[in-house]
């Protein structure tokens, strides 16, 4: 059974950083294409960043320049960090996970199959 836990997350104000973890606990990790959610009260969850199991990256319009992705496959860790954050930052992150050869839309939620539990960040202006 794959299980993904986010780590990090919190508050920051505008302009700040953070930074979120996603450990991917199971098998398999370097066949996975793994991307970062995120959720606010009221409003569809949508894409913010993917990076395949090879390497490419993928961003949403509305953060790309201020958001990097990153992976360590060696500690089967994927990395978001949060730069210039807004306060419309503010949501509910969650990492995801879907096998690699299954993949389709980088940045739609319907094309993964394995889900963490959610981070809140908070960003005050």
């Known amino acids: 059974q794959l299980r993904l836990v986010e780590r990090g997350g919190g508050s920051a104000q505008a302009g700040g950083s953070l930074k979120l973890s996603c450990i991917f606990d199971?098998?398999?990790?370097?066949?996975?294409?793994m991307a970062w959610f995120r959720q606010s009260p009221g409003k569809d969850r949508e894409g913010v960043a993917c990076i395949r199991n090879l390497g490419g990256i993928s961003y949403a319009d509305n953060i790309k320049g201020r958001f990097a992705i990153s992976r360590d496959d060696a500690a089967k860790t994927v990395y978001l960090h949060l730069n210039s954050l807004k306060p419309e930052d503010t949501a509910m992150y969650y990492c995801?996970?879907?096998?690699?050869?299954?993949?389709?839309?980088?940045?739609?939620?319907?094309?993964?199959?394995?889900w963490g539990q959610g981070i809140q960040v908070a960003v005050s202006s």
């Open positions: 199971g098998y398999g990790y370097t066949d996975y294409n």
């Open positions: 995801a996970a879907v096998y690699s050869r299954y993949a389709r839309d980088p940045l739609n939620p319907n094309g993964y199959d394995f």
